[in-house]
């Protein structure tokens, strides 16, 4: 069901997907570093341990080696944990726990154990954090085949994703940005301007609802030169296309949602149609989730591309604390807007 006034930000969309799930499901518990008496770092579990109690919301020491590490274990046995990285910059102190051990539990044991656990927390850019806070780990963990990674960009996918995470028997990572969870309010942004067909909807007041992991939304349809993103750079993208639009030039946003697994054909699709790509992603560029679409897109449509693939990225420097220099370091909606005239020889 949707309703229509129904106005619900980013970080409540997290929490009623978690409510909903740990309602529906008594193994699932929440743990990490002020989950529980603080509410959250960012409350996004604000609320949580008076419904559920300290048994299933548990705060942990600053320890992500243990808390991931009894994540894994306790999914190993059946409970369905989710694993709350305050930021996803600090979870290498973990990286045994999250990606040696959770992703290969499975074919390790033989069989024997899975590993349903969920890991979540901000990832990217956070605003003048520095660079040991600003990393984007979705190149990092999309190349450990075993796992499941999603970067929601709006209330109603980081609802809908995270859901269908927790219910997946596979280790699940949620990318969010500390950037959008206050996206959603009201008197926030409103970003439904940039989108055709009304797309922009709240989540559904509905336990049922989930969204299928590695299906891609089209957020936008067009048909001079598809942009392919996820997570925050998405609006980026949307915004980049209204502005084009007056220039005559259509733009179709296709929003991945999850890099593993990763919907490759509906993004050819949008290409063959349009037959320019550029491809906007928040991490580096060298090895990046973006050199990997842009290299599936030249494998299925190379005879469809009437240009080069254009990738728009993070600069390949650690994030500055400096404000101007950290935004200019990131992408954005000029860089994007440049980058579809030059594939379109608009420029």
Same mark, same amino acid.
Request: hydrophobic content about 40%; charged content about 25%.
């Given at each position: 069901?949707?309703?229509?006034?129904?106005?619900?930000?980013?970080?409540?969309?997290?929490?009623?997907?978690?409510? @909903? @799930?740990? +309602? +529906?499901?008594?193994?699932?518990?929440?743990?990490?570093?002020?989950?529980?008496?603080?509410?959250? /770092?960012?409350?996004?579990?604000?609320?949580?341990?008076?419904?559920?109690?300290?048994?299933?919301?548990?705060?942990?020491?600053?320890?992500?080696?243990?808390?991931?590490?009894?994540?894994?274990?306790?999914?190993?046995?059946?409970?369905?944990?989710?694993?709350?990285?305050?930021?996803?910059?600090?979870?290498?102190?973990?990286?045994?726990?999250?990606? *040696? *051990?959770?992703?290969?539990?499975?074919?390790?044991?033989?069989?024997?154990? #899975?590993?349903?656990?969920?890991? +979540?927390?901000?990832?990217?850019?956070?605003?003048?954090?520095?660079?040991?806070?600003?990393?984007?780990?979705?190149?990092?963990?999309?190349?450990?085949?075993?796992?499941?990674?999603?970067?929601?960009?709006?209330?109603?996918?980081?609802?809908?994703?995270?859901?269908? #995470?927790?219910?997946?028997?596979?280790?699940?990572?949620?990318?969010?940005?500390?950037?959008?969870?206050?996206?959603?309010?009201?008197?926030?942004?409103?970003?439904? +301007?940039?989108?055709?067909?009304?797309?922009?909807?709240?989540? @559904?007041?509905?336990?049922?609802?989930?969204?299928?992991?590695?299906?891609?939304?089209?957020?936008?349809?067009?048909?001079?030169?598809?942009?392919?993103?996820?997570?925050?750079?998405?609006?980026?993208?949307?915004?980049?296309?209204?502005?084009?639009?007056?220039?005559?030039?259509d733009v179709e946003v296709v929003d991945v949602r999850t890099y593993r697994p990763l919907d490759i054909e509906t993004i050819a699709s949008s290409v063959r149609k349009t037959n320019y790509a550029v491809v906007v992603d928040q991490s580096w560029p060298f090895a990046s989730v973006g050199a990997e679409v842009a290299?599936?897109?030249?494998?299925?449509?190379?005879?469809?591309?009437?240009?080069?693939?254009?990738?728009?990225? *993070?600069?390949?420097?650690? /994030?500055?604390?400096?404000?101007?220099?950290?935004?200019?370091?990131?992408?954005?909606?000029?860089?994007?807007?440049?980058?579809?005239?030059?594939?379109?020889?608009?420029?």
């Open positions: 069901m949707v309703a229509s006034d129904r106005k619900l930000q980013y970080r409540e969309a997290l929490r009623e997907a978690m409510q @909903e @799930e740990m +309602r +529906r499901d008594e193994r699932v518990f929440l743990m990490g570093e002020e989950v529980a008496e603080y509410h959250g /770092a960012y409350k996004v579990s604000q609320g949580m341990v008076e419904e559920f109690g300290p048994r299933r919301i548990v705060d942990s020491p600053i320890s992500e080696t243990g808390f991931a590490g009894l994540g894994v274990g306790a999914a190993m046995y059946g409970l369905r944990p989710i694993i709350e990285f305050m930021s996803w910059s600090f979870c290498l102190v973990a990286a045994d726990q999250i990606i *040696n *051990n959770a992703p290969k539990m499975l074919y390790m044991s033989g069989g024997q154990f #899975g590993c349903p656990a969920v890991f +979540r927390g901000n990832n990217g850019a956070g605003g003048q954090l520095g660079s040991t806070h600003s990393w984007s780990v979705e190149s990092l963990f999309s190349h450990v085949p075993g796992l499941k990674l999603a970067v929601p960009s709006t209330p109603r996918d980081a609802k809908g994703l995270l859901k269908a #995470g927790i219910r997946d028997e596979d280790p699940f990572f949620n990318l969010e940005s500390e950037r959008m969870l206050g996206m959603g309010a009201r008197g926030d942004k409103d970003f439904s +301007r940039y989108l055709k067909g009304g797309k922009w909807a709240p989540p @559904e007041d509905d336990d049922d609802f989930v969204i299928e992991l590695g299906v891609a939304d089209v957020k936008k349809s067009g048909s001079d030169c598809t942009v392919v993103s996820a997570g925050r750079p998405v609006h980026f993208a949307l915004e980049a296309a209204e502005a084009l639009e007056k220039e005559g030039i290299a599936q897109i030249y494998e299925r449509c190379f005879d469809d591309l009437d240009n080069q693939v254009i990738r728009v990225h *993070n600069d390949d420097v650690p /994030a500055p604390y400096n404000r101007e220099m950290e935004q200019a370091c990131l992408p954005n909606t000029k860089k994007i807007i440049e980058a579809v005239k030059a594939v379109t020889y608009n420029a």
